[in-house]
C-alpha cells in the first residue's frame, strides 16, 4: 500500500513538474517607439497574447529598455521587437541583446523592426533589412516561395492582401532564407525590383532570427494566414520548431 502511493505521489509530482515546465516558456514584446508609433501594436500585443495562450508559452510586454539586462533577458525563449522605431536600445542594453542572441537566444521583427537601430550594424544583420520608404497602403500579391516552413507551409502559394508594403536599404538577403516575396507589378510604389522579399528567417550570431514586414494594420491581428505566419515565426525563434 505504501509503494503504490508512493508511486502515486512520484507520478502526480512529474505531472505537476511537466506542466510547469510547459509554463515557463516565455517571450517578451518589446514594442518600444522613438519614431512613428503604430496604432496596431495595441491589438498586435492582444494577439500575441492569445497565440501564448493557443501554443502554450506565456508572453511579457514591455515598452522600457531597462529590461535588456542579461539576467532578465535569459528567462525568455525569444525576443519580439513589435514595430519598435527608432532608437530604441542604448549601449549597455545592445550588448545585454547581443550576448542573449550569441547564447542561443531568439529574435522575431515585426513590420516597423526594421525601421529601428540604424546605427547599429550587428542589428541590420540580425532583422536582414532597413525600412527605406513605403507607399500608400493598398492591395498587393505574396508569393510564398517557402511552403515548407512553419510560418508559411499554411499559405496559399499567392496571397493577397492589404498591408503598407516596405521597401529595404542595407539588405542582406544572400544571407538569410527569404519565405515570401511581393509581386511589384501587382501594386504601386514598390523600389527593390523582381526580388523584393517581404518576410525571412535565418540562424545568427548563435541564435534565431525571424522577420515578417506584414502587420501594419489593425485588420492583420484578426486575419488567420498572418497569425498563422506570425505564430510560425515565434515558434521557430523560440527553438520549438524547425
Not at 98 to 103: G, P, T
Not at 107 to 123: F, K, L, R
Not at 215 to 241: C, E, N, R, V, W
Request: with cysteine.
Amino acid at each position: 500500500m505504501k509503494r503504490m502511493l508512493a508511486n502515486s505521489m512520484f507520478l502526480f509530482c512529474l505531472i505537476v513538474l511537466c506542466s510547469f515546465s510547459k509554463k515557463e516558456a516565455k517571450v517578451l514584446v518589446f514594442s518600444k517607439t522613438m519614431g512613428y508609433h503604430h496604432e496596431s501594436i495595441a491589438v498586435g500585443i492582444q494577439a500575441i497574447q492569445k497565440l501564448g495562450k493557443e501554443n502554450h508559452f506565456m508572453v511579457d510586454t514591455t515598452t522600457n529598455s531597462n529590461a535588456f539586462t542579461n539576467a532578465n533577458l535569459k528567462q525568455y525563449k525569444a525576443i519580439i521587437f513589435l514595430s519598435t522605431t527608432g532608437a530604441v536600445l542604448n549601449d549597455a542594453q545592445k550588448a545585454a541583446f547581443q550576448r542573449y542572441i550569441q547564447q542561443g537566444g531568439g529574435y522575431v521583427g515585426v513590420h516597423a523592426a526594421t525601421d529601428t537601430e540604424y546605427d547599429w550594424p550587428w542589428y541590420n544583420r540580425l532583422v536582414g533589412a532597413y525600412f527605406k520608404s513605403h507607399p500608400a497602403q493598398q492591395n498587393a500579391t505574396l508569393n510564398v516561395t517557402n511552403n515548407h516552413f512553419i510560418a508559411t507551409k499554411h499559405l496559399p502559394a499567392f496571397w493577397n492582401r492589404w498591408d503598407e508594403w516596405y521597401n529595404f536599404k542595407d539588405t542582406h538577403w544572400d544571407s538569410v532564407h527569404v519565405l515570401i516575396t511581393i509581386n511589384e507589378k501587382s501594386y504601386h510604389g514598390g523600389e527593390n525590383g523582381d526580388y523584393h522579399p517581404m518576410s525571412w528567417y535565418h540562424s545568427f550570431d548563435g541564435g534565431r532570427a525571424f522577420y515578417t514586414a506584414l502587420g501594419h494594420t489593425d485588420a492583420s491581428y484578426s486575419d488567420p494566414l498572418f497569425l498563422g505566419h506570425l505564430s510560425g515565426g515565434i515558434l521557430y525563434a523560440m527553438h520549438q520548431k524547425q
